[in-house]
């Protein structure tokens, strides 16, 4: 491994400043994908100028790095010179890359470029400790991983330094940020060396963890994301030039798709607060710009006691199964402003409805009367209870150290997961 300079991508924080660079992606509108970052090429083509992705003020406090606003052109550009240097690395195409960083813009460029270098993203959460990692990374094959050298009073750097030791399949480690431990490669620097140029062509697609289990990786297509993505998209309803405020880390595929995958599918905007401070919450909220808030379902008692500003205009309550569904504290008293509920069941399907419309309560209890797609999504509620899938939005599998593509199939996926019911409506949806 080698070490670059440590020198930040923009030192004085502001709207990431790339004037004079000549981005290798703008230079052509991009085709048809089944890719993120293509999208993002997309979008940077046509609108350069629109926000992509927002850093929180207080981002320096516990990541040493600078908030920084970056537009569509500007990341794009850093996506492709990261790219760059990720293929100058002796991978194979389609490799499995690990990314294990804090919600913030370093970690949707980092996911981005993996992509765009080729190669199969790894979500892998902070909050793994060094013998879960360690798990993790043997039991996905991963042969790098792009991580932070600071996240508060953890160093992720360091510790993943201690699992190449133990791990010698992992052939590669680089990290954003201050002080990056010698042997591990500077993505800052790279950013900054690198020219940008097209991005290779690759498979798409993630890999990620059932219930957050280091020893359980999934993988889903980049055409099962692109269709988690828009069945969730046709209630959530982002649209261009909307900020989506995302309070959820990108660590699984319920965060991935209401926040990253939502904002460059619909060319919106994206804004994370990956540590919560009630004050930079408020901040953030109260922004004069139309914004979509994505929290975990556990806070709606919070909100609900909140003077909530007009410009929000929908709340997106996201559980995990198994998960109550208990009474209803958020209302859809103003019609100006949606709440909505979006269901995880492990990393198989997301289950999406609007209240006082398509509420996931009358649907788990009733799917033949929801408003699912069949070719993109089916629900079904067997006599026992258990719920079963179908449709490209919930092809994912258990990683094949072979062949890790998940086959689409008209059969009907069975899960572990039973809504419980109670006056035709799911009261709650437990694990067996």
């Known amino acids: ?20 660079s000549a981005p290798g992606p703008l230079r052509a509108a991009p085709g048809r994908t089944s890719r993120l970052c293509t999208l993002l090429a997309a979008t940077a083509h046509a609108h350069p100028e629109r926000v992509a992705f927002v850093d929180p003020p207080h981002k320096a406090l516990w990541s040493g790095r600078a908030a920084i606003t970056w537009t569509y052109g500007a990341a794009a550009e850093i996506v492709a010179r990261l790219a760059n240097g990720l293929r100058g690395w002796r991978l194979p195409p389609a490799s499995r890359v690990g990314i294990a960083m804090a919600g913030s813009s370093e970690s949707f460029l980092a996911y981005l470029a993996v992509e765009a270098a080729g190669h199969i993203p790894c979500l892998l959460p ?21 991580t932070q050298s600071r996240f508060g009073p953890l160093a992720p750097a360091e510790r993943l330094c201690r699992v190449a030791v133990r791990y010698f399949g992992l052939r590669y ?26 991005f290779a062509p690759g498979p798409g697609g993630l890999i990620s963890f059932a219930a957050g289990d280091p020893a359980q990786p999934i993988h889903r297509s980049g055409d099962a994301l692109l269709a988690a993505i828009a069945v969730h998209l046709v209630t959530a309803r982002v649209v261009p030039g909307d900020r ?42 109260g922004r004069p710009v ?17 003077r909530l500003p007009e410009t929000l205009v929908s709340i997106q309550l996201v559980h995990r199964a198994p998960s109550a569904l208990g009474a209803h504290r958020l209302a859809p008293a103003d019609p100006a402003r949606s709440v909505i509920d979006v269901v995880a069941f492990d990393e198989t399907a997301l289950l999406t409805g609007a209240r006082m419309g398509s509420d996931v309560a009358l649907t788990l209890a009733n799917p033949e009367r929801g408003p699912l797609f069949s070719t993109l999504m089916a629900l079904r509620r ?35 997961f039973q809504a419980s019911t109670e006056a035709g409506r799911a009261t709650a949806i437990l694990r067996r």
Do not use: H
Not at 130 to 138: F, G, I, N, S
Not at 179 to 197: E, H, R, S
Not at 259 to 282: Q, Y
Not at 388 to 411: H, I, K, M, N
């Open 382 to 416: 067997d006599p026992d209870g258990f719920l079963a899938f179908r449709g490209r939005a919930c092809q994912a599998g258990p990683l094949q150290r072979g062949s890790p593509e998940a086959e689409v199939t008209a059969e009907w996926l069975p899960s572990r």
């Open 126 to 146: 902070l909050s793994l400790d060094e013998d879960a990692l360690v798990t993790a990374v043997q039991a996905a094959s991963i042969a790098a991983v792009l």
């Open 173 to 198: 480690l680089a990290a954003f940020g201050p002080d990056v431990p010698d042997g591990v490669i500077n993505l800052d620097g790279m950013a900054l060396d690198q020219a940008g140029g097209p």
């Open 1 to 20: 491994m080698t070490a670059n300079r440590p020198t930040p991508v923009d030192g004085g924080g502001g709207k990431a400043d790339l004037s004079g």
């Open 244 to 285: 989506i405020l995302s309070l959820l880390p990108a660590t699984d595929l319920r965060g991935l798709v209401t926040g990253l995958g939502s904002a460059l599918v619909a060319g919106a905007a994206l804004e994370t607060l990956p540590v919560f401070e009630s004050g930079s919450f408020a901040a953030a909220l």
């Open 290 to 306: 139309s914004t979509r808030l994505v929290a975990p379902a556990a806070l709606e008692r919070n909100l609900a006691t909140c």
